[in-house]
């Protein structure tokens, strides 16, 4: 059983708040993503992480930021929502192996009124 | 260039009946993994089976096997003896060369079990 976490998992916010989406694992991998997903479609990889202090964009420009200060923990943050940011984030992570696959946590949809 | 292609939107499937849902990729690299996903409507992703590039076996796991076939760059997904709790949509995903982590998801196919 996977053990991942997010926080909120709703949100309603206005525009030009600044907000911040947990993400937290309790499996010590090393490999976390985030993905955002529109209702009824695809996963795009917006960041990515292999490990402490280390972070990549992914496939799909966000606006939005991460950082991994800790193996556990890898939360992404919009300094100032727009509604354009209205969707379905998705956190994961994957161990060593052998076939890596991604364990997802239950997903924050935000909405940006 | 899309890497994964599920060109089923929506299916209908009598319970206790099986179903097939396509997935084609296209990739370069000679290793590579396919998987799939189940997304129920709660919104979390859920994984069902993984089939490596250099398997020689088809991938089963349940009631869930993988059709691969690697010369058509084909991974479908068959679910036998459908339940109404398979009623979610159904993601193929691929991890292209195998020093690399990250996945590139399908559109998904939304599949409905009717009783």
């Known amino acids: 059983e996977a053990d991942i976490y997010q926080t909120p998992r709703y949100l309603v916010i206005g525009t030009g708040k600044k907000i911040t989406l947990e993400c937290s694992q309790t499996?010590?991998?090393?490999?976390m993503y985030w993905y955002q997903q529109d209702p009824g479609m695809e996963l795009h990889l917006i960041h990515y992480?292999?490990?402490?202090?280390?972070?990549e964009k992914g496939d799909l420009s966000s606006e939005s930021t991460v950082s991994r200060i800790r193996t556990e923990h890898f939360p992404l943050t919009l300094e100032s929502a727009r509604p354009s940011h209205t969707s379905q984030y998705l956190c994961a992570s994957s161990d060593q192996g052998p076939t890596y696959e991604q364990y997802f946590g239950p997903g924050t949809r935000l909405t940006v009124t | 260039a899309q890497k994964i292609t599920q060109t089923q939107p929506g299916m209908f499937v009598q319970e206790k009946e099986a179903v097939t849902l396509d997935c084609t990729y296209d990739?370069?690299?000679?290793?590579?993994?396919l998987f799939w996903y189940k997304q129920p409507s709660s919104g979390e992703m859920i994984f069902l089976i993984y089939q490596g590039s250099y398997d020689q076996q088809n991938a089963t796991e349940g009631r869930y096997s993988l059709n691969f076939q690697k010369a058509r760059k084909s991974a479908n997904l068959v679910i036998s003896a459908s339940q109404l709790g398979d009623s979610a949509m159904y993601f193929c995903?691929?991890?292209?060369?195998?020093?690399?982590?990250?996945?590139?998801f399908g559109a998904g196919t939304t599949v409905t079990v009717r009783a």
């Open positions: 499996m010590g991998h090393d490999k």
């Open positions: 990739t370069s690299d000679p290793s590579y993994g």
């Open positions: 992480s292999y490990g402490v202090n280390s972070t």
């Open positions: 995903a691929m991890r292209e060369d195998l020093n690399d982590y990250k996945l590139s």
